[in-house]
């Protein structure tokens, strides 16, 4: 294999581990990375509901469909400004000041790198689901837990 072969596999695997993109956003250089292991148990509240309705979404077949995604990200337009500006360093109010071309711009930099972050917790919200629903069932034939009240049923001698 030669060394270029060898340091594009390096770069895929780094890429993988590490999905930072950067864009230039209403002119500033935005470096979006897709949430670290403790910044997500952080923002679990915020992302709880997402991850709820996507599971929804995937339920329904409807987990690609981009006008799902816009009434997604709308019933959440209190959520989501913090949430990407968690993931690109930026304040807050500079996400909230952007215009409607450069915030769907930033939004889909957000989306495209914490996918993996989102699907994930929409797997793990499916499983548990399927899994609730196998234990939450009745079994088909219930025990009998009733006393026997016959003689034949009662023991010789009491």
Do not use: K
Not at 42 to 51: E, F, G, I, S, Y
Not at 107 to 133: C, E, H, K, M
């Amino acid at each position: 294999m030669s060394n270029a072969a060898r340091n594009q596999d390096g770069e895929d695997d780094l890429a993988i581990m590490n999905p930072d993109r950067q864009a230039v956003i209403a002119g500033v250089t935005v470096t979006m990375r897709e949430y670290r292991w403790v910044e997500g148990l952080r923002l679990q509240l915020l992302t709880a509901p997402l991850v709820e309705r996507l599971a929804d979404l995937a339920q329904q077949g409807r987990l690609a469909d981009a006008v799902a995604h816009e009434s997604l990200f709308a019933d959440h337009a209190e959520a989501l400004p913090l949430l990407i500006s968690t993931a690109c360093d930026q304040p807050l109010e500079w996400v909230e000041s952007l215009s409607d071309r450069d915030g769907r711009n930033l939004r889909l930099l957000w989306w495209t790198v914490n996918l993996p972050f989102f699907s994930t917790r929409v797997s793990d919200r499916l499983l548990a689901r399927q899994i609730d629903g196998l234990t939450s069932s009745t079994s088909s034939s219930p025990v009998d837990t009733a006393s026997p009240t016959n003689s034949r049923s009662t023991p010789a001698g009491n």
